[in-house]
Nanobody
Framework: VQLVESGGGSVQAGGSLRLSCIAS????????VGWFRQAPGKDLEFVAG????????VYADSVKRRFTISRDNAKSTVYLEMNSLKPEDTAVYYC?????????????????WGQGTQVTVSS
């Protein structure tokens, strides 16, 4: 499975961005997907995850009520809608595909990773 992220960019605090993650394989529709991020000098951090049906969703506390993850299996795409962005959201955002039906907060639960897309939020 190849994953390609897009939608990153530079915005001011309070702004919004929508990231997309497009998968190459049809099996994408039967696996969990997660978004992670890594800020300079920091560890990889779980952001949000969605199950294969899109019903089971989890978020990091730091993004709850601001970010929304969703998926369109017909398009083999997972989205991350980011609102009320803060400077501390600045990071490279990665999409990852698990080898199970469900997502995980643990990066070790993912097999395939995208190349990442930069999100920069200025104050």
């Amino acid at each position: 499975v190849q994953l390609v992220e897009s939608g990153g960019g530079s915005v001011q605090a309070g702004g919004s961005l929508r990231l997309s993650c497009i998968a190459s394989a049809g099996t994408f529709r039967s696996i969990g997907v997660g978004w992670f991020r890594q800020a300079p000098g920091k560890d990889l951090e779980f952001v949000a995850g969605v199950s294969w049906t899109g019903v089971s969703i989890v978020y990091a506390d730091s993004v709850k009520r601001r970010f929304t993850i969703s998926r369109d299996n017909a398009k083999s795409t997972v989205y991350l809608e980011m609102n009320s962005l803060k400077p501390e959201d600045t990071a490279v955002y990665y999409c990852a595909a698990a080898n199970t039906y469900y997502s995980s907060r643990d990066k070790n639960g993912y097999v395939y990773w995208g190349q990442g897309t930069q999100v920069t939020v200025s104050s």
